[in-house]
């Protein structure tokens, strides 16, 4: 195995582990429509060595992993009601639903997180064990060389 070869490897590896994070958010999620679990993407942002995940998703995501704090100001009417409307609840709701989140809070669900944490460990044994099969195999390669008569 060549460094080309073992950093191919990695590469895949860890593009392959965006996959199982975009499944475990989406499994964090429970909303009614499924519009907010449809919605989740999970894209390679990769560059040469560097190795990136970009999530995207409605723009009420953030509240569904983050919550919001009880008491504070009513969200804005506009983006409740683009919220309804996603999730198929009459416009005219929006305000109710504002009051509500302003007095109650919304609480956090941390999907995004809870996915993050589930598969750093998993991800970081998996980079170990194809790294250490690959020096084992480089070393190989290097003493087989050393010893072959020509």
């Given at each position: 195995m060549d460094n080309s070869k073992l950093y191919i490897d990695l590469v895949e590896y860890?593009?392959?582990?965006?996959?199982?994070?975009?499944?475990?958010?989406?499994?964090g999620i429970n909303s009614a429509t499924?519009?907010?679990s449809k919605s989740v993407e999970v894209r390679d942002i990769s560059s040469g060595p560097i190795v990136g995940f970009e999530i995207s998703a409605?723009?009420?995501f953030k509240f569904v992993e983050e919550g919001r704090q009880k008491?504070?100001?009513m969200p804005p009417?506009?983006?409740i009601q683009d919220w309804c409307e996603v999730v198929g609840i009459p416009?005219?709701?929006?305000?109710?639903?504002?009051?509500?989140?302003?007095?109650?809070g919304i609480v956090a669900k941390h999907m995004?997180?809870?996915?993050?944490?589930?598969?750093?460990?998993?991800?970081?044994?998996?980079?170990?064990?194809?790294v250490g099969?690959?020096?084992?195999?480089?070393?190989?390669?290097?003493i087989k060389s050393l010893f072959i008569t020509k």
């Amino acid at each position: 195995m060549d460094n080309s070869k073992l950093y191919i490897d990695l590469v895949e590896y860890v593009r392959s582990r965006s996959v199982q994070m975009e499944e475990d958010v989406v499994l964090g999620i429970n909303s009614a429509t499924g519009a907010l679990s449809k919605s989740v993407e999970v894209r390679d942002i990769s560059s040469g060595p560097i190795v990136g995940f970009e999530i995207s998703a409605l723009p009420y995501f953030k509240f569904v992993e983050e919550g919001r704090q009880k008491g504070k100001k009513m969200p804005p009417i506009s983006s409740i009601q683009d919220w309804c409307e996603v999730v198929g609840i009459p416009v005219e709701a929006a305000y109710p639903i504002a009051k509500k989140i302003s007095i109650n809070g919304i609480v956090a669900k941390h999907m995004l997180k809870n996915a993050i944490e589930k598969n750093e460990q998993e991800t970081i044994d998996g980079v170990d064990r194809i790294v250490g099969e690959g020096l084992i195999t480089m070393a190989d390669n290097l003493i087989k060389s050393l010893f072959i008569t020509k």
